[in-house]
């Protein structure tokens, strides 16, 4: 059987890009693209660029039992969620460790999405499915076309009514070239930016056109992996290669607490009865690491995966790094021991190709007000 069991109607439009497709979630994904990277990233800081992020994986929920259902797989209160109104949330396993984050839509009264990365939420969803009055469907006709960037809203502004008034986390039932579409004001990014959920048979004329119009305005198409660049900046993290899934401690299985990661924002406040919530809380304060910024000097990015050291001793690694062409600065996203994510302190990251000064430095480094992707009008 091949890895890649579910496929993008834009595969032959990544190909032609120059992209192999290779799998993510089990999805052929555009890793590579026949050009700079470095200009994608560019465009969508200061322009615009459109991503096919498809390989998100997509559930209806439905029935009496829907919203109870999400209330208890995930860390967020959904009764203050009201149709047209998305949230970010994490699943817990019993252990209180994440094993999967994603966005929470409310489409109605007893109707949700939920969109999900390579992590087990379908899976926790079923768990907590069990024996309710509800239904859940696998939806991978839906794609997910991510248009992100400064002038985003410009360009959807000419074809969507009403898109300017669109507040950050919400969404609208509309229309786009004819189609329908589901659009929301969501992204990976850390940009102002908007995913727009259409059929798998709409997909391509809706990318053609939206490249083929926004061209003079700047608009690219870019790969997937471009986002790596982007959420090293903006402190967005992406399941499993920010996690002990793949950087494993020692004599203990994988897993991570929600204090470790920095997402416990995500849980609302007082909210109890989640799958984990009692060794959620209980394990406040006793984070084996934490997630923190790291700042390099010079140009030289730092290996995915190098070793962080202070005075001497490995005290990390890091997960995912970039060196902006805007900022001029090399940076990336650490997993460090509690008493180094302070602010300043002075690091080493050992490269294959040698050892590089460093310091700690708090996330995100871009907008930490989040003043871009919250913008109104």
Known sequence: MTASWRFSTLADRHRALGSKLEDWSGMGTAWTYDKDADEEYTAIRTKAGLMDVSGLKKVHITGPHASHLIDLATTRDVEKIYPGKSAYACMLNEAGKFTDDCILYRTGPNAWMVVHGSGTGHEELQRAAMGRDVSLRFDDNLHDLSLQGPTAVDYLAKHVPGIRDLPYFHHMQTQLFGFPVMISRTGYTGERGYEIFCRGQDAGTIWDRILDEGKSAGIIPCRFTTLDMLRVESYLLFYPYDNSQKYPFENEG????????????????????????????????????????????????????????????????????????????????????????????????????????????????????????????
């Not at 090399?330 to 997993?335: D, F």
Request: proline residues 6%; positive net charge; glycine residues 12%.
């Open 254 to 377: 994988p897993g991570d607490t929600l204090w470790e990661l920095g997402l416990d924002f995500t849980v609302s406040p007082g909210k109890t009865g989640f799958r984990g919530a009692e060794e959620h809380y209980r394990l406040k304060g006793k984070e084996r690491f934490k997630i923190y910024g790291v700042l390099l000097d010079g140009k030289e990015p730092a290996d995915e995966g190098a070793p962080v050291y202070r005075d001497g001793k490995k005290v990390g690694v890091v997960t995912c790094a970039m060196y902006s062409p805007l900022v001029k600065k090399s940076m990336g996203i650490a997993r460090l021991d509690v008493d180094c994510a302070v602010k300043d302190t002075k690091l080493e990251i050992r490269n294959k190709s040698g050892s590089i000064k460093a310091t700690a430095q708090p996330l995100p480094f871009d907008d930490p007000k989040k003043t871009k992707r919250t913008a109104k009008g």
